[in-house]
C-alpha cells in the first residue's frame, strides 16, 4: 500500500490513472501492488544540453509486515544542442561569398587559408536566419577574445531587401571587412547577435589566415671542411676566393636554408663555370628533408654536393654559379645565384743549386750540375753549393726555407744559409718585405764540402706558402747537382780495334793486309 514514486531531479512525477483515478496497472482497482501487477508514473521537462542522469525511487509499506519497502533506478540521456535560428558564416576571400567554399570558410586553424604576407584579406559574414530576427549586431573579436578594446563591426552590403531593418527569414544579409595578411596564423571570431520572439540568439565562426612569405638562403662553398659552417674564403663570394694548387680535386658544396614561415620547392643547378647550358648539373641531395615530404619546410637545412662530378682546378681563376629556384605557395617562383670563386695556383717556385759557380744568379749548365757525372774536380777539392730560389707566379710567397740531403735521400743533412744584405734581408729581397715576390731571386748558399772518390749526388728541396691565404697552400722545389771526384793525375788507355790487349796473352789477331785502328782514351 501507499506506493509513491520520487526522482533526485524531477519534481512532479505523476501516475498514469484510469477514470476511476486507480493506476492503469491496478487491475483488481483495490489501491494496492498486488503481485503480478505494474503501475505506471510519468514525468515530463525540457531536454537540457548534455548528458542528464538522474534516479527514480520506488516507495510502498508491505501490508503482511508492515516494513516499508524501496527500490531504485537511474535513467540517462544526452541533449544535443539546438542550431540558433540565427547563423553567421565568415569566410575569407570568397568569389562567392554566399556559398564559400571549405578552403575559404577556413574554420579549422590547422587548415588555414593562405595568403601572400602584405597581401589582401577580404573577410565577408553571412548572416541567415529561420525566424525574423531584431536588432541584428555583428562583431569580429579581431583575433583577440579576451581583449575586447580591438573588436571591429564589418560594414553591411546588402541583403535587407525590404529595408525594414528586420532580418526576415526568407533574407540573407552579407557583411564585409578588409585588412592585409600579417606575418604567420591569425584566427578570429566573427558573432552576431539578434533578438526574436522575446529572446536573444547568438552565433559564432571563426576564420584563419596564414600570412605566408618566402625567405630561403643558398651558401655555396669551395672545399669547405665544414660544409654547414665554411669559412669566408671556402664561401668565396668574391674573386680570388680560394688558392689551390692547380690539378686539385675540387667538391663543392650548397647548404640551403628555409628561413621564411612557409614550406617550398626548390631546384638546384650549378653551371659548371660556363655559359653553355649542356654541362650543367644537379648537384645530390645529402640530408636535411627530416621529414621527407620533398618540400623546404621553415627551419630545415638542406645539404647538397656536387659528388659524383669530377673536376681538378685549372691554372689562374675559376667561378661558377648555383642557382636555386624556389616555388613558393602560390606557384611564383624566384630564383637565387650563389657564386663560388677558386684560384688555381701554378707551382711558382723554382730552385736551382749549382756547384761554385761564378755567378750564382746565372750558373751555366755544366755548374748547374743537373745530370752526372756533373762538375769533375779531383778528390779533396773543396766546394760549396749556391741555390737561387725564384717565384715565377703572381702571388707572394712566404719562404720556409731550403734543406739539403747531403746525397742521403729523405734526410736532411744540412740548411743553406741565405745572403743577406746590410738590413739583414735577403740579398734578392728587392723591397726589404720579407716575402719572395713575383720576379724575385733570392740566393742561398752551403759551407764547404770536400770532394770524394766517385759520384756524388745531392738533392735539395725548398719550401713556400702563399702569403694571406687561408687555409695555407703549401708550395715545394727541388734540384740536384752532381761532382765526381777523381785522383790527381792523367791516365791513358790504348785499344786495339776496340779491345785492351794489354798483354801478349790478350793480343788480337788481325788479318795481315787489314786496317788496325787504336784508340786513346786519355783522363786526368
Known amino acids: 500500500s501507499g506506493v509513491a514514486v520520487t526522482d533526485n531531479r524531477i519534481a512532479a512525477i505523476a501516475q498514469v490513472t484510469t477514470p476511476g483515478d486507480f493506476n492503469v496497472g491496478d487491475a483488481d482497482r483495490d489501491g494496492l501492488l498486488d503481485p503480478g501487477e505494474i503501475w505506471i508514473f510519468r514525468a515530463t521537462e525540457l531536454a537540457a544540453e548534455g548528458l542528464r542522469t538522474n534516479t527514480g525511487m520506488a516507495t510502498g509499506v508491505d501490508i503482511a509486515s508492515g516494513a516499508t519497502l524501496a527500490a531504485t533506478d537511474p535513467a540517462n540521456y544526452t541533449g544535443t544542442p539546438v542550431p540558433p535560428p540565427v547563423t553567421i558564416v565568415k569566410a575569407v576571400n570568397a568569389v562567392n561569398p554566399t556559398s564559400p567554399t571549405a578552403a575559404e570558410d577556413a574554420n579549422d586553424w590547422r587548415a588555414p587559408f593562405f595568403v601572400k604576407l602584405g597581401g589582401p584579406v577580404v573577410y565577408t559574414y553571412v548572416v541567415r536566419s529561420t525566424v525574423d530576427v531584431r536588432s541584428v549586431t555583428v562583431v569580429d573579436d579581431n583575433g583577440t577574445p579576451d581583449d575586447p ?100 680535386a675540387i667538391v663543392w658544396t650548397y647548404l640551403v636554408t628555409n628561413i621564411g614561415n612557409v614550406a617550398v620547392t626548390v631546384a638546384l643547378r650549378d653551371d659548371a663555370g660556363s655559359a653553355a647550358a649542356a654541362d650543367d648539373f644537379a648537384p645530390v641531395l645529402v640530408d636535411g628533408d627530416v621529414n621527407g615530404n620533398g618540400r623546404l619546410d621553415p627551419g630545415e637545412k638542406w645539404l647538397y654536393t656536387s659528388s659524383g662530378v669530377s673536376y681538378t ?178 791516365t791513358i788507355t790504348k785499344a786495339v780495334n776496340g779491345n785492351p790487349a794489354d798483354t801478349v796473352a790478350d793480343a788480337l789477331y788481325v788479318k795481315a793486309g787489314t786496317t788496325v785502328t787504336w784508340t786513346y782514351e786519355v783522363r786526368t
Open 313 to 490: 682546378a685549372r691554372p689562374g681563376q675559376y667561378v661558377n654559379v648555383a642557382s636555386l629556384t624556389v616555388t613558393a605557395p602560390d606557384g611564383t617562383t624566384l630564383t637565387l645565384r650563389e657564386r663560388s670563386h677558386h684560384f688555381g695556383a701554378t707551382i711558382p717556385l723554382e730552385l736551382v743549386k749549382s756547384v761554385d759557380p761564378v755567378d750564382p744568379l746565372a750558373p751555366t749548365s755544366y755548374e748547374d750540375a743537373d745530370s752526372a757525372p756533373g762538375v769533375i774536380l779531383p778528390i779533396g777539392s773543396q766546394i760549396s753549393w749556391s741555390y737561387v730560389l725564384r717565384n715565377t707566379g703572381s702571388l707572394p710567397l712566404a719562404v720556409v726555407g731550403i734543406q739539403d740531403d747531403g746525397g742521403a735521400a729523405g734526410s736532411v743533412a744540412f740548411v743553406p744559409d741565405p745572403v743577406l744584405d746590410a738590413m739583414g734581408f735577403n740579398v734578392g729581397d728587392l723591397d726589404g718585405d720579407g716575402l719572395l715576390d713575383a720576379g724575385e731571386a733570392w740566393l742561398y748558399r752551403s759551407g764547404t764540402h770536400t770532394v770524394g772518390d766517385g759520384q756524388y749526388t745531392n738533392t735539395a728541396t725548398a719550401f713556400a706558402v702563399f702569403h694571406g691565404v687561408t687555409p695555407a697552400v703549401s708550395v715545394t722545389a727541388t734540384d740536384v747537382a752532381n761532382v765526381y771526384g777523381t785522383p790527381v793525375g792523367i
Open 149 to 248: 578594446s580591438d573588436d571591429f563591426a564589418p560594414t553591411f552590403v546588402s541583403g535587407d531587401n525590404n529595408r525594414n531593418g528586420v532580418l526576415d527569414r526568407n533574407e540573407t544579409w552579407l557583411y564585409r571587412a578588409t585588412s592585409v595578411a600579417a606575418a604567420g596564423l591569425h584566427t578570429n571570431v566573427a558573432r552576431v547577435t539578434g533578438t526574436a520572439g522575446g529572446r536573444t540568439h547568438q552565433d559564432d565562426d571563426p576564420a584563419s589566415v596564414f600570412g605566408w612569405f618566402v625567405g630561403v638562403t643558398v651558401e655555396k662553398a669551395t672545399n669547405a671542411a665544414d660544409p654547414r659552417h665554411p669559412t669566408p674564403d671556402e664561401d668565396a663570394d668574391a674573386a680570388p676566393g680560394l688558392t689551390v694548387i692547380a690539378g686539385t
